[in-house]
Structure formats: C-alpha cells, structure tokens
C-alpha cells in the first residue's frame, strides 16, 4: 500500500517571500503520479501542479514548482513571491498509473496548513 | 463550464438516521470518486464509479455505499448514522481513461448528532 507523509503541519511565510513544503511517499511502483491540492477555506480542493514520475523534468506552474526527487521518495512543492490568497490548506497525494487506463484512487497526506501573512 | 456540484452543501442528522448525498460531474467526465475528510483520518478514499460501475473500492463498512447514473450523476449513502461519520464528504470527477486530473466539489458537510 502507498503512504503519503507531510511532516510539516503548519507553516507560516511573509507575503512576496518564498516557502517550501514537504512530502515524502512510500511505493513499490515505478510508474505514478504525484500531485500538490490546494484547500482553501471554502473546502474546494484545487489541482496546484502534477508530476509525472516517469519525467525527470521537474514540474512548474507559474509561481509553483516543485523538486521531485524519484530515488528518495521525495516531492516538494517550492511557492514563490507568496500572495495571501495562497494561505490554504497544501495536500500532497499519489496515484497509481493505470496501464490500461482508468483512474485510480488518490492516496492523500495529512496536510500542510499554511498561511501567508501581509 | 460548470463544475462539480455537491447537494447539499450541510446537513445535520442523527444518530441511526440514514443520509444520501448527491454528486453532478463536470459535463463529460465519466468517473465520480467519493472521499472522507476528518481531522483525524485526513481525506480518505470511498470508492469509484465509471460508467454506473463501482471500479474501486476503498476500507469503509458496508454501511457506505454508493451508484452512480446513465447521466454519471452519482449518489452516496450512509446507514445507521455514527457520531463518526461526521465529516467532510468530497465528490471529484474525471474523464475516466487515462485521464488523471480529477476535479473536486466543495463538499457535503455532514454532522451526525
């Protein structure tokens, strides 16, 4: 079975400034996805970024990226000149790719509450 | 284009009562996936539904169960209510193949008294 761990419960960052979160997994698969949600207090959850594990290229959106580390099970999400609106709850989770096709489900950590301070 | 919507967004019930929550997927997408949000388990996964088709299953009691319609509309019930089944109940779709973005609901907030 596949675990997902945040070891950072809450995290704080002054607006404009840049801040990391971390996630490390545990899998006997070599192909997967791995994926940063978003949570705002609205409850929505929010597709931020998505990585590939079969691409070594580390994934960017905008201001988010992250640093995808295969051999250590590592995933980190990297948000750069931080905005207030990025204050939300940050779940990092893994999927299985399916070969045939098909979703799988997705195996959540327990979050990262983080909050952008003016 | 519109996307998922939860109904209801709360609801209160007691303890024993049975519950069903509903889903709309985004327009196309042919799998709806059902998730359990608490503080202290996190987000955990229900089950899946692809084309009326229950394709996976997560660790839940028979209690919790689920179908989904031609339209890929998709309900979840809970019988005889537990105090821990409060919660934050999360619906997500997706197209189904190989497609691997799902998009999520606000959410059903479920409070079992």
């Known amino acids: 079975a596949q675990t997902v761990t945040q070891s950072q419960p809450e995290m704080s960052v002054q607006e404009a400034e840049t801040v990391t979160l971390s996630c490390t997994y545990d899998t006997s698969e070599n192909n997967y996805y791995l994926f940063w949600y978003k949570q705002p207090p609205s409850r929505q959850m929010i597709l931020v970024i998505r990585q590939e594990a079969y691409k070594q290229q580390n994934a960017t959106e905008n201001r988010f990226s992250v640093n995808f580390q295969k051999a250590a099970k590592s995933f980190s999400l990297k948000i750069s000149d931080s905005q207030l609106g990025d204050t939300a709850m940050y779940f990092c989770a893994f999927m299985k790719h399916l070969f045939q096709g098909g979703s799988e489900k997705l195996v959540f950590g327990k979050g990262t509450k983080l909050t952008v301070n003016p | 284009k519109a996307g998922v919507t939860q109904t209801p967004r709360y609801l209160i019930k007691t303890r024993g009562q049975q519950v069903t929550l509903s889903c709309s997927p985004i327009s196309g997408h042919r799998s709806v996936s059902w998730y359990q949000q608490t503080p202290g388990q996190g987000l955990q996964f229900l089950f899946e539904?692809?084309?009326?088709?229950?394709?996976n299953k997560g660790n839940f009691p028979g209690r919790f169960s689920g179908r989904q319609f031609s339209n890929s509309r998709s309900e979840m019930n809970v019988s005889t209510l537990e105090l821990g089944d409060s919660a934050l109940y999360l619906c997500?779709?997706?197209?189904?193949?190989?497609?691997?973005?799902?998009?999520f609901g606000q959410g059903t907030r479920l409070t079992v008294v």
């Open positions: 539904y692809f084309s009326e088709t229950q394709r």
């Open positions: 997500a779709s997706s197209f189904g193949g190989r497609s691997t973005e799902a998009f």
